[in-house]
Each structure stands twice: as C-alpha cells, then as structure tokens.
C-alpha cells in the first residue's frame, strides 16, 4: 500500500491530473468561444454551418454524414482559434522573453550532439574540441 501511495503523490502524477483538468477546462472554454462568436460570425458571411441534416441511403440503412462534417467544421475553427489565440501569441511572448537568455549549450562539429559550450571533450562521441570561451571572435 505505501508503493501505491508514493505512485500517486508523485509529482508526475499531479501534474498530469492538473493539466487534465485544466485542459478540461479550456476544451469548454474554446467550445464555448466558437458556438457565441465564431459560428455567428460565419452565419452572417455564409450560413450557419450546420450539415447534421445531410444523409444519405442505401437498403432502407441511413448514413448521417452531416453530423461528421459538422464535427470536421467545427474541429478545423476549434484547431485555428486555438493555434491564433494561444500558440502563437505565447510562442512569440517566450521568444521575446529568451532573446537575451545565455546560450549554455552548442552542437558538437563531429556527431552535431547538444554539449556544454564549455565542453573541451564531446560526451557523446569523445571528439576533442576548442570550448567555444576560446575560439576566436
């Protein structure tokens, strides 16, 4: 019983359960966003993008696609809204954030291996090499 209780105080393990939670959360928010101002805003453009009523058949057996399309639409506005309103905005903020942040790390010239920049021996390939606080300018 004491391995179990370890396993899920483990730090891991909290950790995913908040992030599971937290992108819960976030799912209902963006879903949310989409059905108030995006679908909306397409019905004022093209018509609402609803196709649940699309089906099709074959031997008396009905194949509603439409609900698949609407799910496509509505996953490709999700999939956009998400990369423009939050990829993007906090790529571009933690590369203005490490702009200035000092390099501690650089490819090694024989097997291209991420080594210290102080390193004067790869720890991968054992190539002896000039640290970069030598080389000149």
Same mark, same amino acid.
């Given at each position: 019983?004491?391995?179990?209780?370890?396993?899920?105080?483990?730090?891991?393990?909290?950790?995913? *359960?908040?992030?599971?939670?937290?992108? *819960?959360?976030?799912?209902?928010?963006?879903?949310?966003?989409?059905?108030?101002?995006?679908?909306?805003?397409?019905?004022? %453009?093209?018509?609402?993008?609803?196709?649940?009523?699309? *089906?099709?058949?074959?031997?008396?057996?009905? %194949?509603?696609?439409?609900?698949?399309?609407?799910?496509?639409?509505?996953?490709?506005?999700?999939?956009?809204?998400?990369? %423009?309103?939050?990829?993007?905005?906090?790529?571009?903020?933690?590369?203005?954030? $490490?702009?200035?942040?000092?390099?501690?790390?650089? $490819?090694?010239?024989?097997?291209?291996?991420?080594?210290?920049? *102080?390193?004067?021996?790869?720890? %991968?390939?054992?190539?002896?090499?000039?640290?970069?606080?030598?080389?000149?300018?």
């Amino acid at each position: 019983m004491l391995g179990f209780r370890t396993f899920l105080m483990r730090g891991n393990l909290i950790d995913l *359960a908040v992030a599971f939670v937290v992108g *819960a959360a976030f799912a209902s928010l963006v879903k949310d966003f989409v059905t108030s101002f995006i679908g909306p805003l397409l019905a004022v %453009f093209g018509g609402k993008p609803d196709f649940t009523r699309l *089906a099709f058949t074959i031997n008396n057996t009905r %194949f509603p696609y439409g609900i698949f399309l609407t799910s496509v639409v509505a996953f490709l506005i999700t999939s956009a809204i998400v990369y %423009f309103v939050v990829v993007l905005p906090v790529s571009r903020f933690i590369a203005y954030i $490490d702009r200035n942040k000092e390099q501690t790390e650089r $490819d090694c010239p024989e097997c291209l291996s991420a080594i210290p920049v *102080a390193a004067r021996r790869c720890k %991968f390939c054992t190539a002896q090499i000039v640290p970069a606080t030598e080389m000149p300018g």
